[in-house]
C-alpha cells in the first residue's frame, strides 16, 4: 500500500507528460516558448484547389465580422500588421467575442473577453507549443472537482445515510430479482475458484480505470487533434502556422470528436454526482458487515459477498481507499459508464467503406466491447457493483453522450477565468 501510494500517482503523471509530448506541435513555424515574436497565421497557407482565393478572404472577411468585437465597440485598426505593447498584450486584437448560450431551445448571446490578445504571453506560447497541457488541466478539473464533491459527501456522512444506502442495495438486489438478473452472487463464486483469476480480476478493477481513461484521452487527442494538425501544416508547407481556426479544415474523426468526449466524460460525473448524493447505494460487498446487526442483517449477509479487493490479500488502489472517498456510491457505476463510452468511441470510429452492417463495422462494434465486457465482469466479480449500477452507468453515458453540448455554456466562464490569468487557449 505504501509503494502504491506513491507508484499510482507516478503512472497518471507520468501518462500525463508522455501525451503532452507525444501530442506536442512539431511544427517548424510553431512559437517558441521563449520568442514574443507573434507569426502571421495566414500568410503561407495555402487552400485546397475547390476554394478559390476570392472564396477564402471573403469567409476571412466574415469571420473577422463576426468573431470578436461586441455592438458597441469598432476595430481600432484594420491593418494586418500586429502591435505588442510591453507585455505581450496585441493592440490590434478586438478586447471581446461573441458567445452563444443555448438550453432546450433558448438561445442568448453575450460578450465576453477575447483571450486571444494574450496570444503572445509567455504561457501562451507554451500552449501552443505543448497544446495536451489544456487537456491535462481539463482532466484534472473534472476529476478533483467529482473527488472533492465524493469527499464531502463522505466526510458529512450520517449513520441513517449509512442505513438507507443499505436499503438501497437490497432494493436493487429486489428489482434485479423479478428481471431474473441476479447473477452477482453465483459470478462471484465462478472466479473465486480460480485465485490467480479473482487475483488479475481485482487488479483489473483497481488499477486500471484512471490509467485506462487518461491512455485513451492521449490516444483520441493523437488521432483526433494533434495528427490532422500536423497533416494540414504539411500540407500547407513547414512555414504555415495555423490559426485557431485550422479545426474547420479537419476531417470528420477530428478535434470536434474529441471535445465533445472529454465534454461527456464531465457530464458523465456530474450526472453520477447528482444519484448517489440523492439516492446513495452500497456496493455488495459491504452488505455482508459482520458488525452490522441491524433490520437488515439476515438478509444482506445471506447473499455472501466477499471483499476481495480491500481485504487483507486484495490488490486496493490508493484512490479508492483514502478516508475521502465515499463508499456508498456504488449507483452509477462510472467504472462501466467510462468504460462504455471508450467502447462506443472505437466503436463509431468513421471507416474509408461506408455501410452501418459491414463486416468491417461489425469488427470493430466488437472489438470496441472488449473493454466495457472487461470491465463488467471485473466490477460485478469483486463485489463492487450490482449489475443495475453498470446498467445505470450505461445509461449516463448515453445521456451524457447526447446532451453534453450543455456544458458549452460554461465557456464564458472560462473567457473570463483565462482573462483573469492573462492566458489565450490555443
Known amino acids: 500500500m505504501a509503494i502504491g501510494a506513491v507508484l499510482e500517482p507516478l503512472v497518471v503523471v507520468s501518462l500525463l507528460a508522455f501525451g503532452t509530448i507525444v501530442n506536442r506541435n512539431k511544427s517548424n513555424s510553431s512559437w517558441s516558448p521563449f520568442s514574443a515574436k507573434r507569426p502571421e497565421p495566414w500568410r503561407h497557407i495555402k487552400y485546397s484547389s475547390d476554394s478559390d482565393e476570392e472564396d477564402v478572404e471573403a469567409s476571412r472577411r466574415r469571420e473577422d465580422e463576426i468573431t470578436l468585437l461586441p455592438p458597441t465597440l469598432s476595430r481600432s485598426s484594420s491593418s494586418s500588421d500586429t502591435t505588442l505593447a510591453e507585455d505581450g498584450f496585441d493592440k490590434t486584437t478586438p478586447p471581446w467575442r461573441p458567445r452563444k448560450l443555448r438550453f432546450m431551445g433558448w438561445e442568448k448571446e453575450v460578450t465576453t473577453p477575447n483571450t486571444e490578445v494574450f496570444r503572445t504571453r509567455f504561457l501562451s506560447r507554451v500552449l501552443q507549443r505543448f497544446p495536451f497541457l489544456v487537456e491535462v488541466w481539463y482532466w484534472a478539473l473534472i476529476y478533483w472537482v467529482y473527488q472533492l464533491g465524493r469527499a464531502f459527501t463522505a466526510v458529512t456522512l450520517q449513520e441513517s445515510t449509512v442505513h438507507t444506502a443499505r436499503e438501497h442495495a437490497l432494493q436493487v438486489i429486489h428489482v434485479e430479482q423479478r428481471l431474473g438478473i441476479f447473477i452477482e452472487p453465483a459470478v462471484q463464486r465462478w472466479f473465486l475458484q480460480s485465485p490467480t483469476l479473482m487475483r488479475w480480476t481485482n487488479r483489473v478493477y483497481s488499477f486500471i480505470h484512471i490509467p485506462g481513461t487518461i491512455l485513451f484521452l492521449i490516444v483520441l487527442y493523437h488521432f483526433t487533434t494533434a495528427r490532422p494538425r500536423r497533416t494540414l501544416q504539411k500540407e500547407q508547407g513547414d512555414r504555415a502556422q495555423l490559426g485557431d481556426n485550422w479545426r474547420e479544415l ?9 471535445e465533445r ?7 458523465c460525473n456530474l450526472l453520477a454526482f447528482i444519484v448517489f448524493t440523492f439516492w446513495p447505494c452500497m456496493p455488495p460487498r459491504l452488505l455482508s458487515d459482520p458488525t452490522y446487526t441491524g433490520e437488515y442483517a439476515k438478509e444482506a449477509k445471506s447473499f455472501g459477498f466477499v471483499d476481495t479487493v480491500h481485504g487483507a490479500d486484495g490488490d486496493s488502489s490508493v484512490w ?18 467510462y468504460s462504455f463510452l471508450i467502447g462506443l468511441t472505437i466503436a463509431t470510429v468513421p471507416l474509408r467503406k461506408r455501410g452501418r452492417f459491414g463486416w468491417r463495422r461489425l469488427a470493430i462494434v ?10 463488467l465482469a471485473a466490477i460485478v466479480a469483486t463485489a463492487n457493483h450490482f449489475v443495475l449500477d453498470a446498467v ?13 453540448g450543455f456544458l458549452l455554456n460554461l465557456l464564458p466562464l472560462e473567457d473570463y477565468f483565462l482573462a483573469l490569468v492573462r492566458i ?3
Open 366 to 375: 466488437g472489438i470496441g466491447m472488449i473493454y466495457p465486457a472487461v470491465i
Open 261 to 267: 468526449r472529454r465534454r461527456t466524460m464531465a457530464m
Open 250 to 258: 479537419a476531417p470528420q474523426f477530428g478535434p470536434a470528436v474529441y
Open 392 to 404: 445505470a452507468g450505461a445509461c449516463a453515458c448515453l445521456l451524457a453522450w447526447h446532451f453534453n
Open 320 to 337: 479508492t481507499t483514502n478516508r475521502f472517498c465515499n463508499q456508498y456510491a456504488a449507483m452509477p457505476s462510472l467504472h462501466f459508464g
Open 424 to 426: 489565450h487557449k490555443p
